[in-house]
């Protein structure tokens, strides 16, 4: 099958890109906490504790329950130094 440099097929039938998914969602918190943040800025939300990406301008909560454990721990470890 022949396809162009950037992937598209000339023509037939291209199979589906096996890659994994991350499970991401609008987190409406963390927009507000990113709004001031450049795009393509990746860090923990202050609300939510789990780590997100600004996308052009909105906040992209990454849920991935190892970040989100890790950034929960980070934000536990925080809390405790600062008393």
Do not use: H
Not at 7 to 31: R, S, T, Y
Not at 49 to 60: E, P, S
Not at 64 to 69: A, E, I, S, W, Y
């Amino acid at each position: 099958m022949l396809t162009t440099k950037n992937g598209g097929a000339l023509f037939g039938k291209v199979p589906p890109k096996k890659e994994p998914m991350i499970n991401i969602q609008l987190n409406k918190a963390c927009v507000v906490a990113g709004a001031s943040r450049p795009a393509g800025w990746i860090g923990p939300c202050p609300q939510s504790g789990a780590r997100y990406l600004i996308n052009t301008g909105k906040a992209v909560a990454v849920t991935d329950k190892k970040d989100r454990q890790e950034s929960r721990e980070e934000s536990q470890k925080r809390k405790t130094s600062t008393r």
